[in-house]
């Protein structure tokens, strides 16, 4: 039973991380990072993201335009861009990574102690790339409170609000950490794998079988 449940939990741990990757690179995307919502006219959402910042109209759509300076931008925004890129890169090396060291996979079946370390390297990537995921979101979610609750900020000035892009990142980071953990536990595992077991078997039927010929008068 504990033979099966290792390959299912390192199937877990991959599915999970490889979820957080893809909401990972979706965060890095998605313009909804920011949200403003103009007394004014209730019919228009303004949304900033990392790369751009659009306008959502009921009639027309989303209209976006695209940030002329990377320097222009404030620094949490600036800093936010490098860091997802970090967390795409290692998730994405994570997965490479660990793929190559999981027991389901038939090659390299007899190198046991390799594979335990392509999957210790890839989960600790993917503890890297959740964590490097969830620092820039939370750190936009923290100027943004600090802006809406500035008190040197007239009233009347429209306050951006939290993005539906910083909940998908912290999923993603979530994600991305369970996944690393799924993956480092079955390393801890002291299981011998079937394959070893039968090659230990084979030799030791063979020695048996060298003795008795031995011993034949």
Known sequence: MALVYQPVMQLSGMLVSLLGWVLSCLTTYLPQWKNLNLELNE???WTMGLWQACVVQEEGGMQCKD????????????????LMFFSNGSGLLGLLLSGFGLDCLKIGERQQEQKKRLLLFGGMLFWISGITAIVPVSWVAHSTVQEFWDENIPDIVPRWDFGEALFVGWLAGFCLILGGSLLNCTICSTEVHPSSVHYAVAEQQDQCQCLETETRP
């Open 43 to 45: 019919l228009e959402i």
């Open 67 to 82: 940030f002329d300076s990377f320097l222009a931008l404030p620094p949490e925004l600036r800093i936010s861009r490098i």
